[in-house]
């Protein structure tokens, strides 16, 4: 749903989408994706993760999901206690260094 919503204009090129936010939002998403189900699992096709949006976004930030935000109920995500950092993957340094 997320790939339809954002689409680049070269359809020849899916895997880049109509801004670079979006390309790399997803890129972090499949890395989380693969990291929870393997690198064998066909996380395109599947339905949306809402545990690897909430990991791949670096939590919920200002209140919403890094993407499919309106698709997922919170209540399916078990979030990091405050003790947890969000550091400790390439895909969550990124987003805490992402400016606001």
Not at 6 to 32: F, K, N, Q, V, W
Request: with cysteine; proline share 6%.
């Amino acid at each position: 749903m997320y790939i339809m919503a954002h689409r680049g204009p070269d359809p020849s090129h899916p895997e880049l989408l109509c801004t670079s936010l979006a390309t790399e939002r997803l890129a972090e998403y499949g890395i989380e994706m693969e990291r929870l189900h393997g690198e064998r699992f066909d996380w395109r096709t599947a339905p949306v993760d809402p545990q690897a949006v909430y990991e791949s976004g670096g939590a919920k930030l200002h209140g919403r999901y890094s993407m499919c935000n309106g698709m997922i109920d919170s209540r399916q995500v078990q979030r990091r206690s405050s003790s947890q950092s969000l550091g400790g993957s390439s895909s969550h340094q990124l987003w805490r260094n992402r400016p606001a």
